[in-house]
Nanobody, 123 residues
Framework: QVQLVESGGGLVQPGGSLRLSCAASGSIFSIYAMGWYRQAPGKQRELVAAITSGGSANYADSVKGRFTISRDNAKNTVYLQMNSLKPEDTAVYYC?????????????????WGQGTQVTVSS
């Protein structure tokens, strides 16, 4: 079982930036794809960015060009650099792992989820 600890959230003004971190333990981190998800009040959890074990990244259209996902396998950590933040980015952000992008999109319902980290974008 993997343990996931998200950090780095906070309150930021529109147009600002944050970098989120997700530290993973309890698995062979380097072999898994990693994803960042968010859940806003009244909305479903959505996958916003994912990165494969080889470093290939995908993004939701809503964040493309503004967010960058990266990973440091030596630190068992995945990051989400968020720039040009908008109020609609406000959500609790979570990370998780899977064998592929498709798996991260569709098969994480019963995965372990950490506490997440709150991102609030407001003026």
């Amino acid at each position: 079982q993997v343990q996931l600890v998200e950090s780095g959230g906070g309150l930021v003004q529109p147009g600002g930036s944050l970098r989120l971190s997700c530290a993973a333990s309890g698995s062979i981190f380097s072999i898994y794809a990693m994803g960042w998800y968010r859940q806003a009040p009244g909305k479903q959890r959505e996958l916003v960015a994912a990165i494969t074990s080889g470093g290939s990244a995908n993004y939701a259209d809503s964040v493309k060009g503004r967010f960058t996902i990266s990973r440091d396998n030596a630190k068992n950590t995945v990051y989400l650099q968020m720039n040009s933040l908008k109020p609609e980015d406000t959500a609790v952000y979570y990370c998780n792992q899977g064998v592929s992008y498709y798996y991260l999109e569709h098969f994480t319902e019963y995965h372990y989820w950490g506490q997440g980290t709150q991102v609030t974008v407001s003026s």
